[in-house]
C-alpha cells in the first residue's frame, strides 16, 4: 500500500513539471502582453522596454522559468502584474480561496439534498410518470447553459415584477424575492448565496440523481433484496437498510472526487454573482495577462484533483485488494 | 423486480421524501432569508466580514457596512466604487480608478483646483527661472503625514527618487517625470541619483528640466510626482500601501478587496478646504448600483445608458437630482494612413463624411455623449468651436471618393475593434452599414480583445489594422495631451501614423511659446491643418451624467484625477 501511494505520489512532481511549462509558456507567448494591459493606451516604448527588463521578461524563455520555479519552490509565487499590481500571488490566492470552497460546499450540498432523493424516487419509481418526469428536469437542467441560468434566474428572483391584468383591473407586485445582485458578496451565510450556489449544483444534482437512480435500480435486484424481503422485513427497512446503504457507496466516490473541484471557482457564477473567489481572480487574471496569477492558481487545482484523486484510490484499494496491485 | 410490487409498500416512504425534498428546499430559502436579516450589521456578532487585506482589522461591533442605513448625525458619504482599484501606490498609479483613492490619501507639492486650474498644494509658493527651466519650490511649514511627522522637502526628493527607482517598476515614470533631469538616467541604470532635484534648505525644492515645458507643472499634479513617507514605504515591503501614510485630506481606514474602501478624515490636514466628512465608503463591486442608489444605500450614482431615458425625462424626481459633466476625452475612428486605401487623404475625407454620427450618437448612444467635430474635447483650454463641423453629407462623399485614386476600385476593408461575442459594437456595426449604403465601402468587423489591441497599435510602424477605433482621455489638462502625443509624427501613440512637417513645426513653436493664448493659437492652428488631412474622425466627447442625493453639497465630478472629496458636506 505505502509503494502504492508513493509511486503515485513521485508521479505528481512530473505532472506538475509539465503542467507549468505549459501554462508558463501560453502566458509568455500567448497574444498580448500583462505590461501593456497595465500600460493601456499610455504604453511609451522607453517604459515597456524598462518594465520588461525589470521584469526579467526579455530572458530567454528557459530563464525566466527557472527563475519562477526556483521562486516557487521557495513559497514565492511571484507579484500581481496588473489587476491588483505588486500583491503577492499566494497571499491574493489564500483570499479567494476560502469563499471558492464555501461556495462550492453549498453547492455540493445542495446537490446532494435535491439529487440523492430524486435519484431515489426515479429508482424506486422506475419507468413511471414521476421517474420520467425527475430524468427530464434534471435533464433540463444540466443542459441549460450557465450563460442563459444567470441573466434569467436573475431577473425572476431579484427584481420586483409589476403584473397588470387590464382585463381584471388587477395590479400588484411581486420581488424581489432574492436580493443578491446588489451590494457586496457577504459571505455563505446570505441569502445572495442561493442562486450562484443552486446554478453551480444544477451539474451536481444531474450527476447525483442519476448515480442513485441507477444504483436503487440495480442494488433492487440483487439476491439479498429478495431474501430480505422473503424473511419478511419491512419494505421501509428494505430500502433504508438495505438498498440505500449500497446505492450511496458509488455517491460517496463521486463525491470524493469532486473535492478536487472544491478549489476549482465557476468563472461565469462567480462573475456573474460578484463571489470574490478563485474563479473570479482567474478570469481577471486571464484578461489582464496577469500570469503569475494564472500560473499559481492552475498548479493549485492540478495538485488538488490528484490528491483527490489518490485518496479515492487509495480507499478503492482497500475495500478492494485487486485494484492495490494495478 | 418490476415496479408494481414496490408500489404498495412504499407509498409512503416516497411521500416523505418529497416532503422532506419540499422542506429542504424550504429550509434554505427560509434559512438564508433568516440568515440574511440576522446577517444584517450590528444585529448580530456573525456580521464580521472575512478578513480580507483591510487597512485595520476590522473591529467588532462598529462594522460599518454599505447595506446599513446610516443614522443622519453620522456624516458618511457613500459612493459606488466600481471594481477594486489596482493599487493605491501613487507611485503605480496609472488609471483613473485608483488615481481617485491616491488623490484623497495623497498630495503633491502642487495640485488641480476644482475649475482645473494648478495651484499650491504642499508647497505654497514657487519661482520660474529666467530661461524657465528651474523651478523653485516653498513648501509650507505645516504639513504633516497622518502619522504627525512634519513634511519635509528630503520627503519629496524620496519621492522622486523612488519613482526613478527602477526597482520601483513605476508605470508612469517616464511619462510624468521623464521631463526632470536624471530621472531618465536612473531609470536606466545610469545614474544613482535624480540630479534634476535639489534639496537647497528643509523647506525649499529645486527641480530642473531638460527644456522649457509649459505643461510641466500640470504633470507634477499627477500621482507619480505625490510624497511618500520613507518609513512607510520602506517598513511596509511591497504591500506598504496596505497601511498608508500619507498627507491627503482622507486616511484609508479600511480597504476589504472586492467588498469596500472606508476613508476617513485628517484632522490634521493642512489644506485651505478642510475635509468635512468623516468617513467616505466606496462599494465596491456588487451589481446594481442605481438600485441601491434609489433605495437610498448610495449618496451618488453614475447613470448607465439602461437608465438614461428615465433619468432624463423632466417629469422624474431623479432629474433634479442629475449632473451632467465634460469628461475632457474624445474617441476616435483611426485610419492607418501607411494602408491601402487610406494612404489617400480623399477617401479619408470621403468616410468622415458618409458617418452620420449624430444619428449614432442619438440612437445607439441615447445621446450621452456629444458629437466631436475637433480633436480637443471642449472644457480643454485651447478648445474651440470648430469651423467645418465635419456634417454628415453623403454626395460629397461620393464625389472625393470619385475623386481618389481608389474610385470605382476600393479594396475590402476590416475595421478592428475591441470586444467579444457573437455581434459587435452596435456602434461599429451602424456605421459600416452607413459606409456601405453610401460609399458602397466593405467594411468588415473583427473584434479583439484589449490586450492584443493595445499591444498592436503600441507600435504604429508595423501596426496591420486598417481602420479602429479608440478613445484617449486626458492625463493633464494641457493640449499637447492630445495633438502632440497623439499626432506629431515621431510620436509612438500617433495610431494613424500620420506626419505632417507642418503640424510638427507647429507642435514644436507651442511648445517652446510662454505666452498662453500663442500657444493655444498654434495648437488650434496644427488641429486644424490635422482635421483637414482628417487621420482620424473624432467621434464623440463622453459627458458624465450622476445623480446625487438632494442633501450632498459640494459634489464635483471632474474630468480628471483631483482630491474633490475634501469639498463635500451632507446637510440633512
Known amino acids: 500500500m505505502t509503494a502504492f501511494i508513493l509511486r503515485r505520489l513521485l508521479w505528481l512532481p512530473v505532472l506538475l513539471f509539465f503542467i507549468s511549462l505549459i501554462t508558463f509558456a501560453l502566458g509568455v507567448y500567448g497574444p498580448g502582453d500583462p505590461l501593456q494591459v497595465l500600460l493601456g493606451l499610455r504604453a511609451n516604448p522607453e517604459t515597456i522596454e524598462r518594465l520588461r527588463r525589470e521584469y526579467g521578461f526579455d530572458q530567454p524563455f528557459h530563464i525566466q522559468y527557472l527563475n519562477y520555479v526556483t521562486n516557487a519552490l521557495q513559497g514565492n509565487f511571484g507579484y500581481s502584474l496588473v489587476k491588483y499590481r505588486d500583491q503577492p500571488v499566494g497571499a491574493l490566492i489564500a483570499q479567494a480561496l476560502p469563499v471558492t470552497i464555501q461556495l462550492n460546499l453549498v453547492a455540493i450540498f445542495l446537490g446532494l439534498g435535491i439529487g440523492v432523493p430524486l435519484g431515489l424516487i426515479a429508482g424506486l419509481k422506475r419507468d413511471s410518470w414521476i421517474d420520467l418526469l425527475i430524468r427530464g428536469i434534471v435533464i433540463a437542467g444540466i443542459s441549460l447553459p450557465i450563460i442563459f441560468l444567470n441573466p434569467v434566474l436573475t431577473f425572476l428572483f431579484s427584481r420586483r415584477h409589476d403584473l397588470v391584468f387590464a382585463a381584471a383591473n388587477l395590479k400588484f407586485s411581486i420581488g424581489p424575492i432574492l436580493p443578491m445582485v446588489q451590494g457586496y458578496w457577504d459571505g455563505i451565510f446570505s441569502a445572495k448565496v442561493i442562486l450562484p450556489a443552486f446554478i453551480e449544483s444544477l451539474g451536481i444534482i444531474a450527476v447525483m440523481t442519476r448515480q442513485m437512480r441507477a444504483g436503487m435500480i440495480e442494488v433492487l435486484s440483487e439476491d439479498y433484496i429478495r431474501t430480505a424481503r422473503a424473511k419478511g422485513l419491512r419494505e421501509r427497512t428494505v430500502i433504508l437498510r438495505h438498498a440505500m446503504r449500497n446505492a450511496l457507496i458509488p455517491i460517496a466516490t463521486i463525491l470524493g472526487l469532486m473535492m478536487g473541484g472544491l478549489v476549482a471557482g465557476s468563472f461565469l457564477v462567480e462573475n456573474w454573482f460578484g463571489v470574490p473567489g478563485v474563479g473570479q481572480l482567474a478570469f481577471d487574471a486571464l484578461f489582464a495577462r496577469d500570469y503569475y496569477i494564472t500560473m499559481a492558481l492552475v498548479l493549485l487545482i492540478a495538485v488538488a484533483y490528484v490528491f483527490s484523486n489518490l485518496v479515492v484510490d487509495i480507499t478503492y484499494g482497500l475495500l478492494d485488494p485487486r485494484i492495490r496491485k494495478a | ?572
Request: hydrophobic share 35%; net charge neutral; charged share 20%.
Open chain 2, 1 to 572: 423486480m418490476s415496479n408494481s410490487e414496490n408500489t404498495g409498500g412504499n407509498r409512503w416512504l416516497i411521500g416523505i421524501i418529497v416532503i422532506l425534498l419540499v422542506a429542504l428546499c424550504g429550509a434554505v430559502c427560509v434559512g438564508g432569508g433568516v440568515l440574511y436579516f440576522l446577517m444584517q450589521p450590528g444585529s448580530s456578532p456573525l456580521a464580521q466580514p472575512a478578513p480580507g487585506f483591510g487597512a485595520t482589522p476590522p473591529a467588532p461591533g462598529k462594522q460599518p457596512t454599505a447595506r446599513a442605513p446610516v443614522a443622519p448625525s453620522r456624516n458618511i458619504l457613500r459612493l459606488p466604487g466600481g471594481t477594486d482599484p489596482r493599487t493605491l501606490d501613487p507611485a503605480q498609479v496609472n488609471d483613473t480608478n485608483a488615481g481617485e483613492y491616491v488623490a484623497e490619501i495623497f498630495s503633491g507639492l502642487v495640485m488641480l483646483d476644482q475649475n482645473l486650474k494648478v495651484v499650491p498644494d504642499i508647497a505654497e509658493k514657487w519661482d520660474v527661472s529666467e530661461d524657465r527651466k528651474t523651478y523653485t519650490f516653498y513648501l509650507r511649514k505645516e504639513v504633516k503625514f497622518h502619522d504627525g511627522r512634519p513634511v519635509t522637502a528630503q520627503d519629496f526628493k524620496y519621492s522622486i527618487e523612488r519613482v526613478a527607482n527602477p526597482a520601483t517598476l513605476s508605470p508612469t515614470a517616464e511619462n510624468y517625470l521623464g521631463d526632470i533631469i536624471g530621472v531618465r538616467e536612473k531609470l536606466s541604470r545610469k545614474a544613482a541619483e535624480v540630479s534634476g532635484v535639489q534639496v537647497v534648505d528643509d523647506y525649499t525644492v529645486k527641480i530642473t528640466i531638460d527644456a522649457p515645458k509649459s505643461y510641466f507643472l500640470a504633470k507634477l499634479t499627477f500621482p507619480t510626482a505625490y510624497i511618500v513617507d520613507k518609513n512607510n514605504v520602506e517598513r511596509g515591503g511591497r504591500t506598504w500601501t496596505d497601511k498608508p501614510n500619507g498627507t491627503g485630506p482622507f486616511k484609508l481606514k479600511e480597504y476589504v478587496r472586492a467588498q469596500r474602501i472606508i476613508l476617513a478624515k485628517n484632522e490634521n490636514y493642512y489644506g485651505e478646504s478642510k475635509p468635512k466628512l468623516d468617513e467616505v465608503q466606496f462599494i465596491l463591486s456588487g451589481g446594481s448600483a442605481m438600485t441601491m442608489y434609489e433605495n437610498g444605500d448610495l449618496e451618488s450614482v453614475y447613470v448607465t445608458i439602461s437608465d438614461i431615458e428615465r433619468v432624463s425625462d423632466p417629469n422624474s424626481p431623479l432629474n433634479k437630482q442629475l449632473f451632467i459633466g465634460p469628461s475632457l476625452s474624445t474617441g476616435f475612428i483611426v485610419f492607418n494612413t501607411r494602408k491601402p486605401p487610406f494612404d489617400d487623404p480623399k477617401v479619408r475625407q470621403a468616410f468622415a463624411l458618409a458617418i452620420d454620427r449624430q444619428k449614432v450618437i442619438d440612437v445607439v448612444y441615447r445621446k450621452m455623449p456629444l458629437v466631436a467635430s475637433t480633436i480637443l474635447p471642449p472644457g480643454m483650454p485651447g478648445y474651440a468651436e470648430p469651423a467645418n463641423k465635419l456634417t454628415y453629407d453623403p454626395a460629397k462623399a461620393k464625389q472625393l471618393l470619385a475623386e481618389s485614386k481608389y474610385a470605382g476600385k476600393l479594396p475590402d476593408i476590416t475595421w478592428t475593434t475591441i470586444g467579444a461575442g457573437g455581434s459587435a459594437a452596435q456602434n461599429v456595426q451602424v456605421m459600416a452599414g452607413m459606409l456601405k449604403d453610401n460609399l458602397g465601402a466593405r467594411v468588415s468587423i473583427q473584434q479583439t480583445d484589449d490586450a492584443s489591441f493595445f499591444n498592436t497599435i503600441d507600435d504604429p510602424t508595423k501596426n496591420p489594422y486598417q481602420m479602429f477605433d479608440v478613445g484617449w482621455a486626458a492625463d493633464y489638462v494641457d493640449p499637447q495631451n492630445f495633438l502632440d502625443i497623439l499626432f506629431r509624427s515621431t510620436s509612438t501613440q500617433n495610431w494613424a501614423s500620420y506626419g505632417n512637417p507642418e503640424v510638427d513645426k507647429l507642435l514644436d513653436q507651442a511648445a517652446l511659446e510662454k505666452d498662453s493664448t500663442t500657444r493655444f493659437k498654434l495648437y488650434q492652428q496644427a488641429e486644424q491643418l490635422i482635421l483637414t488631412d482628417a487621420p482620424v474622425i473624432p467621434f464623440s466627447h463622453s459627458r458624465e451624467y450622476w445623480l446625487t442625493k438632494p442633501y450632498v453639497k459640494g459634489m464635483i465630478y471632474p474630468p480628471i484625477i483631483i482630491p474633490r472629496l475634501k469639498y463635500v458636506s451632507i446637510e440633512r
